[in-house]
């Protein structure tokens, strides 16, 4: 079976040295929903991707302003496999991934050529996120790993996307949201046939120990540990409470810098696609500088963050 990403990246900015501290964007979703999309659909924020894609671009403006050092692309939810579902074809689904990242790059480059963005900010970064086969399922899988299928099946999935993906030239991969040991050896063998940017993987997590799908996390990190392209490994969409127990797990099992980047408030149920209101609403913020001091050097926020979240973490986190 073929395998790999075949096609090289056409990076366009620095890449950053596993040392650096880089500050992520928050929840795209979140902030698309906020400026009045209506994202309960099966591509999920890819569908303002096919909508009205400015203002995907707009939003990682939003993100860079607030202090973001790297921007996420829209691309989480986008598949083949699911716009074929919805009467799409595949060159629909190749020109929304591609869209994704090209959106991304236009939305850095123009913050970048501004010389008041310039003062004192490394030039910012554009990942091209590659979400896990359970969020083109859309059933709540992404947070359990039960997907029924067998690893060919995941390989066929990741790999034409990958490959879309890379040729639009990000500067790094997002392989984000992972659930399980299984993906994460599928996507290790992918990045392994192929060249390309850097990459990070991040894992959802049950509790303070474990994978979604119940794997220890010194496990799924250990097999990382000598992947080239898997610069940064580490947790996101988990709640912040578990942050600080998760990353001496990822970093002493793998050897390499960690990448947090946990919900804001609240649970999701992926049931009823709704989130359910937390006991007590986290301050990433405050909670910060201990993920810094434990090992993390990319952080940001995932679901229900938005840009003062992503501005907050900047101020406690100085260079």
């Given at each position: 079976?073929?395998?790999?990403?075949?096609?090289?990246?056409?990076?366009?900015?620095?890449?950053?040295?596993?040392?650096?501290?880089?500050?992520?964007?928050?929840?795209?979703?979140?902030?698309?929903?906020?400026?009045?999309?209506?994202?309960?659909?099966?591509?999920?924020?890819?569908?303002?991707?096919?909508?009205?894609?400015?203002?995907?671009?707009?939003?990682?403006?939003?993100?860079?302003?607030a202090?973001?050092?790297?921007?996420?692309?829209?691309?989480?939810?986008?598949?083949?496999?699911?716009?074929?579902?919805?009467?799409?074809?595949?060159?629909?689904?190749?020109?929304?991934?591609?869209?994704?990242?090209?959106?991304?790059?236009?939305?850095?480059?123009?913050?970048?050529?501004?010389?008041?963005?310039?003062?004192?900010?490394r030039?910012?970064?554009?990942?091209?996120?590659?979400?896990?086969?359970?969020?083109?399922?859309?059933?709540?899988?992404?947070?359990?790993?039960?997907?029924?299928?067998?690893?060919?099946?995941l390989?066929?999935?990741?790999?034409?996307?990958?490959?879309?993906?890379?040729?639009?030239?990000?500067?790094l991969?997002?392989?984000?949201?992972?659930?399980?040991?299984?993906?994460?050896?599928?996507?290790?063998?992918?990045?392994d046939?192929?060249?390309?940017?850097?990459?990070?993987?991040?894992?959802?997590c049950?509790?303070?120990?474990?994978?979604?799908?119940?794997?220890?996390?010194?496990?799924?990190?250990a097999?990382?540990?000598?992947?080239?392209?898997?610069r940064?490994?580490g947790?996101?969409?988990?709640?912040p409470?578990?942050?600080?127990?998760?990353?001496?797990?990822?970093?002493?099992?793998?050897?390499?810098?960690?990448?947090?980047?946990?919900?804001?408030?609240?649970v999701?149920?992926?049931?009823?696609?709704?989130?359910?209101a937390?006991?007590?609403?986290?301050?990433?913020?405050?909670?910060?500088?201990?993920?810094?001091?434990?090992?993390?050097?990319?952080?940001?926020?995932?679901?229900?963050?938005?840009?003062?979240?992503?501005?907050?973490?900047?101020?406690?986190?100085?260079?």
């Open positions: 079976m073929e395998t790999g990403c075949a096609i090289s990246a056409r990076s366009s900015a620095a890449e950053p040295a596993p040392a650096d501290l880089l500050i992520l964007d928050g929840g795209l979703a979140t902030e698309l929903e906020a400026a009045g999309f209506d994202l309960n659909h099966a591509l999920w924020s890819g569908r303002v991707l096919f909508e009205e894609p400015e203002a995907v671009e707009a939003a990682h403006r939003r993100f860079l302003e202090g973001a050092d790297c921007v996420i692309s829209a691309s989480y939810q986008v598949s083949f496999e699911g716009c074929r579902q919805l009467g799409l074809n595949d060159a629909d689904a190749a020109r929304a991934l591609a869209r994704s990242v090209e959106l991304a790059l236009g939305a850095r480059d123009r913050f970048a050529a501004d010389a008041a963005n310039r003062r004192g900010r030039r910012p970064l554009v990942a091209a996120s590659v979400g896990p086969y359970g969020a083109f399922l859309a059933d709540g899988s992404e947070y359990t790993g039960r997907y029924g299928v067998g690893e060919d099946v390989e066929a999935f990741h790999r034409r996307r990958l490959e879309v993906l890379v040729a639009a030239g990000p500067d991969l997002a392989i984000e949201t992972i659930p399980s040991a299984q993906e994460a050896r599928v996507l290790r063998r992918l990045l046939a192929g060249d390309g940017p850097p990459a990070w993987m991040s894992f959802t049950l509790d303070g120990e474990r994978l979604s799908d119940g794997a220890p996390v010194e496990v799924v990190a097999g990382l540990a000598d992947c080239r392209r898997v940064w490994v947790v996101n969409c988990t709640p409470r578990l942050i600080s127990l998760l990353i001496p797990r990822f970093a002493a099992a793998s050897g390499k810098p960690v990448v947090v980047y946990p919900n804001g408030d609240g999701w149920d992926p049931v009823t696609k709704t989130w359910e937390p006991e007590d609403e986290p301050d990433l913020a405050k909670l910060a500088p201990e993920w810094r001091r434990l090992g993390a050097k990319l952080i940001g926020g995932c679901c229900r963050t938005r840009p003062n979240d992503i501005r907050r973490i900047r101020a406690a986190l100085p260079p």
